[in-house]
Nanobody
Framework: QVQLVESGGGLVQAGGFVRLSCAASGRDFSSNVMGWYRQTPGKQRELVAVISSGGSTNYADSVKGRFTISRDNAKNTMYLQMNSLKPEDTAVYYC?????????WGQGTQVTVSS
């Protein structure tokens, strides 16, 4: 079974940093686009960053220059380095992978940024 598991979230101070990871199992995602999304109460899940199999990236305007998405295909793992965190970054962050096989989500990891 395909499984995506996020980790690395927690409570951080504004201006701090965290690194999220998404460990995939059950399928090799090296040929697939993967991404990070986030969601806060009362809002739809929004795209944070995406990365292609070849490493091309795109970011939401709100995180450009602060967040970096990366992947290690050998480990079937994706990362999100989040620097210069702001209270507005507080959300549940979700890992996503999609392809012909389906659309898969992790369980989410909470990131809370205190002011």
């Amino acid at each position: 079974q395909v499984q995506l598991v996020e980790s690395g979230g927690g409570l951080v101070q504004a201006g701090g940093f965290v690194r999220l990871s998404c460990a995939a199992s059950g399928r090799d995602f090296s040929s697939n686009v993967m991404g990070w999304y986030r969601q806060t109460p009362g809002k739809q899940r929004e795209l944070v960053a995406v990365i292609s199999s070849g490493g091309s990236t795109n970011y939401a305007d709100s995180v450009k220059g602060r967040f970096t998405i990366s992947r290690d295909n050998a480990k079937n793992t994706m990362y999100l380095q989040m620097n210069s965190l702001k209270p507005e970054d507080t959300a549940v962050y979700y890992c996503n992978a999609r392809g012909w096989f389906g659309n898969y989500w992790g369980q989410g990891t909470q990131v809370t940024v205190s002011s």
